[in-house]
Structures are given as structure tokens and as C-alpha cells.
């Protein structure tokens, strides 16, 4: 496969409302699935997208993938508006953003040999003889680690991770330039996350995809992500370096998500725990909408909305008291290198044991 021909991915004010009715004679009323988010993907890198559940993730993917209209903003992919397209371009865009969703039990056909299910899109979108097809589904399954004999089979005779590996053999027939990733692992043992983890990023580096990564997990998003934004009802809270996010979440939503994966979250700022449900977005909270839930919210949260805004460099975030946040990080790193400085030059810290 051809490598090199990624796109560069830039959201800009993404906005989704849907209308929702309460009950059978019930008017509708606007749910606000996403409330304007912004983000860009370089090409050939991850940005991991980070939210509990209902916050918006599917979503953002599918307006994407071209499965829905944007109620406003551009997505534009290799400097196109993927939401002013139609046609042709649109079919274009189409092949080029390709997904691999979350369950790979039910999102493959029982009923079709693994080589069918592979084979489908080629023989919907490209021009290739029945042979050149054969030989393109082995080379797929090959590209994904799984024998060429698989075609033969039924996904029912594969294990949940062998079934996500030909989901992804799938989603790379059409020599995609960018694959949006949705949970693609959350369905998945533990023990097989790694496996799958590690083949996405094995594929991006030889083939130079771009990846858009949802996951609910911060440790699979971190892992995985050179750049992270983190979505709560609709809204980004944060956007940062993959390891600038995790060393000091400058959002209490974001440190409480740190905190509940790793001890580490807990040291700079206290461990921040959250309960309870993200509130319903056709009634959202008003301020900061992370107020109701928030440990450290004040008076000031209730009433006024939080700007996103640049806190250091490629660093933001939404909540009045970030910068509180930054300056206590940079003081605690003052104070601990001051302290390895002291013991490194104490007369002491080099002394040899002798005996
Ligand atoms: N077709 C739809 N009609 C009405 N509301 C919808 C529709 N699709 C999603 N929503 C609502 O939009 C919000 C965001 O849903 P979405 O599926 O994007 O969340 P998510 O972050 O992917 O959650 P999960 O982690 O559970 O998959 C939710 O409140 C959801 O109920
Ligand atoms: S603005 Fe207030 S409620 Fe919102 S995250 Fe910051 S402290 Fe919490
Ligand atoms: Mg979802």
C-alpha cells in the first residue's frame, strides 16, 4: 500500500443539534449533541478524542465519516469542506475516511465468509477483476496478521480480536487516507487491547494513515494519541499534547479522568473524583457546564461560561481557574528540581560505600 498520502483534518465550530421528542404528542425539542468544536489531526498522527459516554464522541465521528449533516461548521479534509461536497467528491471523501467501530461482534455480517465481507467495498467502489480482488483480500489479511485461509471462514470461528483485525482489513480496502476510530477496542479483553492497539499503530507507520481515535479510555487515548481533546456534553474541556495533557490536566474534568486511571493524576493537584451522570444536553447546566459535578467549582461556575482558550503552548483549556492549575504545576517543578539540585550537590550524594 501506498504510503504518504495522508490528509490533514481541521474541525472548525462543529455544531450538531438533533430534535428529540418527549413522548408521542410531545413537540420537539433541540438536543444539542455538539455545542462547536474545534480540533485539528496533522497528517499521519492520532488525535484521541475523550469523554464519558453521552458526550458527544459517535457523533463527532459521524459527521466525518458522512453518516450526518453537521447542523453548522466545516470539516475540512486536505483543505476540502467535506460538509459543502456532493457527488463525485463526496464519494471521494467517502472511501477516503473510513471507520472501525466498537463491536466487531455485530459489525460484521455472521452470514458472509471473511472474505466476502473484505471483499465488499472493492467490488462496490473499485474497478478490479474478480482476481485482482481474490489477491487484494489476501493481501489485506495478511497486512492485518491473519492467515490467508481466513477468507474461507465465517467471523464466528474468530476471537473478538481477530474479528477487529479483519473489521480494520475492511476499513484499508479501499486504501483510506484517515481512519475514524470509535471504541475500537472497548468490546476486547484487556489482554487482547494491546495486540490491537499495537497492529493500528504498526499499520499507521508503514502505511502513514491519519487516525481519529474515540475512546472513553484515557490510558488507551494516551497511549495511542500524539494530541488529546477532552469532550464533556458536547464541548471540549482541554486540548493538548498527549503527554502534556496527562503531566498537568489543566481541567478539574480532565484530572478526575487522570486520577481514576492512574495514581499519578492524583499527586500535583490533590485526586479529584467525580460523581453522578452527565447531565441531559436538551437541558444543559448553566456556566460551566461541568459545574454540577465539579469538586472544585465556585459560585463563579454557575454563572459564567468558561472561555477554551491557550494556556502554554498547544495547550487549552475551558475553565476559570486553569491557570491557578499551571502555576501550581510550575512551582511544584520548581521545588522538585531545586530539591534533586540540593541533594545532587549535598556532600553526601556521591560518597562511595566502602567497607
Ligand atoms: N440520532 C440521535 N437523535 C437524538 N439524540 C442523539 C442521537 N444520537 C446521539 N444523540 C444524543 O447525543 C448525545 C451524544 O451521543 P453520542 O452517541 O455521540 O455519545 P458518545 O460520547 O459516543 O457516548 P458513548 O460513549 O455511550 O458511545 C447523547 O445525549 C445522545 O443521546
Ligand atoms: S470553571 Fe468551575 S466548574 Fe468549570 S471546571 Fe473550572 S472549577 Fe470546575
Ligand atoms: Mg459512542
Excluded at 461482534?105 to 465468509?113: D, E, F, I, T, V
Excluded at 477496542?185 to 502513514?208: M, P, T, Y
Aim: hydrophobic share 35%.
Amino acid at each position: 500500500m501506498a504510503k504518504g498520502t495522508t490528509q490533514h483534518i481541521k474541525v472548525r465550530n462543529l455544531r450538531k443539534v438533533y430534535q428529540v421528542r418527549s413522548g408521542m404528542f410531545g413537540r420537539p425539542l433541540p438536543l444539542q449533541a455538539i455545542a462547536g468544536v474545534s480540533f485539528e489531526v496533522e497528517a499521519g498522527t492520532t488525535f484521541g478524542l475523550v469523554g464519558e459516554s453521552g458526550s458527544g464522541k459517535t457523533t463527532i465521528a459521524k459527521m466525518l465519516m458522512l453518516a450526518e449533516a453537521p447542523t453548522s461548521g466545516a470539516i475540512e479534509v486536505g483543505g476540502r469542506d467535506l460538509t459543502k461536497l456532493d457527488g463525485a467528491a463526496r464519494l471521494q471523501a467517502y472511501r477516503e475516511l473510513q471507520p472501525v467501530l466498537q463491536d466487531p461482534y455485530s459489525s460484521l455480517n455472521p452470514r458472509m465468509r471473511v472474505g466476502q465481507i473484505i471483499d465488499e467495498p472493492l467490488r462496490i467502489h473499485l474497478s478490479l477483476s474478480r482476481h485482482e480482488r481474490q489477491a487484494r483480500v489476501r493481501e489485506l489479511l495478511d497486512l492485518v496478521g491473519l492467515p490467508s485461509d481466513a477468507a474461507e471462514r465465517y467471523p464466528n470461528e474468530f476471537s473478538g480480536g481477530q474479528r477487529q483485525r479483519i473489521s480494520i482489513a475492511r476499513a484499508l480496502g479501499l486504501n483510506p487516507k484517515c481512519l475514524i476510530l470509535d471504541e475500537p477496542v472497548s468490546a476486547l479483553d484487556v489482554s487482547i487491547q494491546a495486540q490491537v492497539l499495537n497492529l493500528l499503530k504498526e499499520l499507521q507507520q508503514r502505511i502513514g494513515l491519519t487516525y481519529l481515535l474515540i475512546s472513553h479510555d484515557l490510558a488507551v487515548v494516551a497511549y495511542m494519541s500524539q494530541r488529546v481533546g477532552v469532550l464533556y456534553l458536547g464541548e471540549l474541556m482541554e486540548i493538548a499534547d498527549a503527554d502534556d495533557i496527562v503531566r498537568r490536566p489543566l481541567h478539574p474534568y480532565t484530572q478526575a479522568l487522570i486520577s481514576s486511571v492512574d495514581s499519578r493524576g492524583s499527586d500535583d493537584n490533590g485526586k479529584v473524583v467525580i460523581t453522578g451522570e452527565i447531565p441531559s444536553p436538551i437541558n444543559p447546566p448553566s456556566g460551566c457546564p461541568f459545574h454540577p459535578r465539579c469538586p472544585r467549582a465556585e459560585h463563579r461556575c454557575t454563572l459564567e461560561k468558561p472561555v477554551l482558550r491557550q494556556l502554554a503552548s498547544g495547550h487549552q483549556a475551558a475553565c476559570h481557574f486553569a491557570e491557578g492549575f499551571l502555576q501550581s504545576y510550575t512551582k511544584q517543578r520548581l521545588a522538585r528540581d531545586q530539591s534533586s539540585a540540593e541533594s545532587s550537590s549535598s556532600p553526601n550524594s556521591n560518597t562511595e560505600v566502602t567497607t
